[in-house]
């Protein structure tokens, strides 16, 4: 790999294939099925890997550009799940009309509305799922709602379009720091989606699919009675956030970027690398976590006293800093003295550890958003790149 231009996006195949063993026997021992996210990697070759694990149906989009690759590739069955606009009708609608079995997503009447008036323009029927609000994250009905069943009601009694079921995502599970916290979050999901489909039964209409997820409740849930999928996607790579919740160990990422020493800033302790925030993402997803690993965490850890991040970055150039393991945890005023006193002591063999010219490999905060800064991975094994697998961007 010290050969492959920098920056780059590497995947440890070995890693990645553990991972989706993982998660597709969980949810095959739950007797449900997994419907992958494939935002994370946008990618058929690690999609074709999920569905070979087993236990999938169809898969998850963020983007109609993503459905068209995999349509494209030969995967039919596809939610979008980002709330659809009406902009976007027409090209929903040239996907159907080709053959795909794409299903859209709404949480409103408003919009609902000026979709209608878009569909009726078009030679198809559209599946359309509502995404309820389970945990006040972000997007969705309120399953307790009146404007549930009012949402269901205006769809089934479209001509243009056919009321699929439900979905959510408990993105409150990113804060999830126990076992106890992942596994009632997890249950919270779910039985608030059941208690959705309940009160759409007794009104007469019927959900076709009943749709939960995110990579922490996804591995966190114990019972899936009810529930006819599971989506996730971080969990094929994991990432540093999701080892600060405990989902993963550190050892479990299977995405990295790597990057090359260009310089020192030996009065300052600092390494400059040529990976910058450009090649690893803006996410600062460890930020709030008890253990804080600026843009990314120099791997493998070296010492048991010592770990290299990126304590800063620039669109092209990253700084990696030496900080002691205890100082990773996130200070609180009166500890910032004796953290910057922590990284002194310890940054006096960052020099030696990182010549210039030396390749080095960074862990990403987010898989998701660090992917999606390049259009094609190296795939490792043994420490040889054997592969290069192309992905999607864009919108």
């Known amino acids: 790999i010290e050969d492959l231009p920098t920056p780059c996006c590497l995947i440890d195949k070995a890693k ?24 994370t990697h946008k990618s058929i070759e690690v999609t074709k890997a999920i ?5 999938v149906k169809g898969i998850t989009v963020s983007t109609l550009k993503e459905a068209d690759y995999f349509f494209k590739h030969g995967i039919n069955d596809i939610l979008y799940a980002v709330g659809i606009t009406p902009n976007k009708i027409a090209h929903v609608a040239h996907l159907i009309e080709q053959g795909c079995d794409l299903t859209v997503v709404i949480d409103n009447e408003d919009m609902l509305s000026l979709i209608f008036e878009k569909m009726a323009q078009h030679n198809c029927v559209f599946k359309v799922i509502i995404e309820l609000d389970t945990d006040g994250h972000r997007s969705g009905v309120n399953p307790h709602s009146d404007a549930l069943i ?18 959510t995502h408990a993105g409150e599970s990113y804060a999830c720091f126990t076992e106890k916290a992942k596994q009632d979050m997890a249950a919270q999901e779910r039985d608030l989606t059941l208690h959705a489909v309940k009160r759409l039964f007794e009104e007469g209409i019927h959900c076709n699919t009943v749709s939960i997820g995110s990579t922490p409740t996804a591995f966190a849930v114990d019972q899936l009675d009810g529930i006819t999928e599971v989506r996730a996607g971080v969990y094929v790579f994991f990432d540093l956030v999701m080892a600060g919740l405990g989902v993963c160990h ?13 310089g020192h800033q030996k009065d300052k302790g600092w390494v400059i690398t040529d990976a910058g925030w450009m090649a690893m993402s803006r996410d600062r997803g460890t930020a709030n976590h008890p253990q804080d690993y600026g843009y990314g965490l120099v791997a493998p850890s070296i010492g048991r006293n010592t770990c290299y991040i990126m304590s800063d970055a620039n669109q092209e150039h990253g700084i990696i800093t030496a900080v ?5 945890k996130s200070p609180s005023e009166d500890q910032s003295k ?9 940054s006096g063999d960052i020099f030696t550890h990182f010549p210039v010219a030396k390749a080095i490999e960074i ?8 992917a999606a800064q ?16 192309h992905s999607v961007t864009g919108w």
């Open 16 to 39: 990645m294939q553990r991972n989706i063993a993982r998660l597709s026997a969980h949810i095959g021992s739950l007797n449900c099925t997994l419907r992958p996210h494939v935002k």
């Open 51 to 55: 569905v070979d694990a087993g236990n």
């Open 150 to 167: 009012s949402i269901a009601k205006h769809i089934n009694n479209n001509a243009h379009a056919t009321f699929e079921g439900v979905m």
């Open 250 to 262: 550190i050892d479990d990422i299977a995405m990295s970027v790597l990057g090359t020493i260009i």
């Open 324 to 328: 002691s393991s205890a100082s990773l």
């Open 338 to 346: 004796s953290q910057t006193e922590s990284q002194t002591q310890v």
């Open 363 to 370: 862990l990403p905060n987010h898989a998701c958003a660090t």
């Open 374 to 389: 390049y259009d094609h991975y190296y795939v490792v094994e043994k420490g040889v790149a054997v592969d290069k697998w």
